[in-house]
């Protein structure tokens, strides 16, 4: 996401989802493989410090989940060849094929499919929330995302005249639930289009779809425990009444979705849903992801980047783990570290 972008909010541990590996692949490759990492703040580590100064406008983190993916299939004597990370946060799956706008004076990034090459052989992408529209959703059910503490969420809520403590039945009937389906069918249409542009581009390429930890833990008690260091709670403000809702019916079924989307197409899907249940923003200490308002080490432009729900360093760590055992799985054949 760039500065004036955020959340994204990108989800196998192979869920058999995956066909199974050819004997090729079965063993680790003898040269480095050539890979591209597409995708959002999520893969992009928005909100970890020290940020990258030549991807200011896309607020990358020196140190994300790219690095720490290549870190581990090393250990696995899987080496990659990074050639291109594009992740930006606040991409959409459109901004694959499309330019982002990044906002004010800064120069639109290109679109990410322009790394892609004949001779990439591994493609890992982490793309759907913002096409869903997350940060609207979010600022449908927070009256301080309304305001300026969500100045760097891009968008605004959905139906202004509807109150953030009725988001829940606002998007249950009526133009609300119209809106939510119509974004739904977007994200499937986008990710079918995704998979296209992979094999258009790179078509000797493994494609890996890595989804989104999870956000509300089943046990959602443990989100009214306010943040270590007093920073509010960690859904802020957004109702008790919606917690469920964007449990279940937001990243649930994006999950479900891109698990879906990627079994069709033959791809890996990482499901960081099911890996992170036990360490959400609810969890304190051990917290996986920034709380929604919580700061994060990122000041740019002289303002205090919050979390918005992103991966802090340890969520970083532990996703890049995850993610990059499902490689070694689905791509490699290669069982358990």
């Not at 891109?258 to 992170?276: C, E, I, N, Q, S």
Request: charged residues 20%; negative net charge; aromatic residues 4%.
């Amino acid at each position: 996401m760039t500065s004036t972008h955020a959340l994204a909010v990108a989800l196998v541990v192979v869920l058999g989802t995956a066909p199974a590996a050819s004997s090729a692949a079965s063993s680790a490759p003898t040269e480095r493989v050539p890979t591209v990492f597409l995708g959002d703040g999520t893969v992009g580590g928005y909100g970890i410090a020290p940020v990258d100064e030549s991807r200011l406008s896309c607020v990358r983190a020196q140190e994300n989940l790219p690095d720490v993916i290549e870190d581990q299939l090393a250990d696995q004597s899987i080496l990659l060849d990074i050639t291109a990370d594009v992740s930006c946060a606040g991409a959409e799956l459109r901004h694959v094929w499309e330019q982002q706008e990044l906002g004010g004076d800064v120069a639109p990034a290109p679109p990410q499919k322009r790394v892609l090459t004949k001779q990439t052989q591994l493609v890992v992408a982490g793309l759907g929330a913002h096409t869903l529209g997350l940060g609207r959703i979010l600022k449908q059910c927070s009256a301080k995302l309304r305001g300026t503490e969500g100045s760097l969420l891009p968008d605004g809520p959905v139906d202004t005249a509807s109150k953030p403590a009725d988001c829940a039945a606002y998007f249950a009937k009526g133009a609300g639930a119209d809106w939510l389906t119509k974004r739904f069918e977007q994200v499937d249409k986008d990710l079918e289009k995704l998979f296209s542009e992979i094999g258009s581009e790179s078509p000797s390429a493994k494609a890996v779809l890595v989804g989104y930890p999870r956000l509300v833990p089943k046990d959602v008690k443990r989100c009214r425990t306010v943040l270590p260091g007093g920073a509010g709670r960690p859904l802020a403000d957004v109702p008790e009444s919606a917690w469920p809702f964007l449990d279940q019916k937001v990243q649930a079924r994006l999950n479900s979705l891109m698990a879906k989307r990627a079994k069709t197409a033959g791809a890996v899907f990482v499901d960081l849903y099911a890996a992170t249940g036990a360490a959400t923003a609810c969890d304190g200490d051990a917290r996986t992801t920034g709380g929604l308002l919580e700061p994060s080490a990122v000041t740019l432009l002289h303002q205090r980047h919050p979390w918005f729900l992103h991966p802090n360093e340890t969520g970083r760590d532990t996703n890049g783990d995850t993610t990059a055992q499902a490689i070694a799985t689905g791509v490699f054949g290669r069982g358990p570290a």
